[in-house]
């Protein structure tokens, strides 16, 4: 399953952004954004290496906080099982 991360952009070089979310920086195209004003400090949703939604810090913390719980059920159910599948690990 393929998710679009919330990202907040730590730097902006014409439509390429440098973005950051827990840790883990990546390069977005803001191609797909281009007609709106971003600026550092903004969040955007990162999928495929494209940002492709603006987003509210709020919405931003409101999708991390459903994403952790998330990795929270899969170690979990891992944990239980002694294996599990890993979060992402392309089963689903």
Not at 10 to 34: F, N, P, Y
Not at 74 to 88: H, I, K, N, P, Y
Request: proline share 2%; hydrophobic share 45%.
């Amino acid at each position: 399953m393929c998710m679009g991360i919330p990202m907040r952009i730590t730097r902006i070089d014409g439509l390429m952004a440098r973005c950051e979310a827990k840790g883990v920086e990546r390069d977005a195209s803001l191609l797909m954004l281009e007609h709106e004003q971003l600026q550092v400090g903004d969040y955007v949703v990162v999928h495929l290496g494209h940002a492709i939604d603006r987003v509210t810090p709020e919405q931003a913390a409101d999708a991390w906080a459903i994403y952790d719980e998330m990795l929270a059920a899969d170690a979990a159910v891992a944990a239980e099982s002694g294996a599990g599948r890993g979060f992402g690990g392309g089963n689903g």
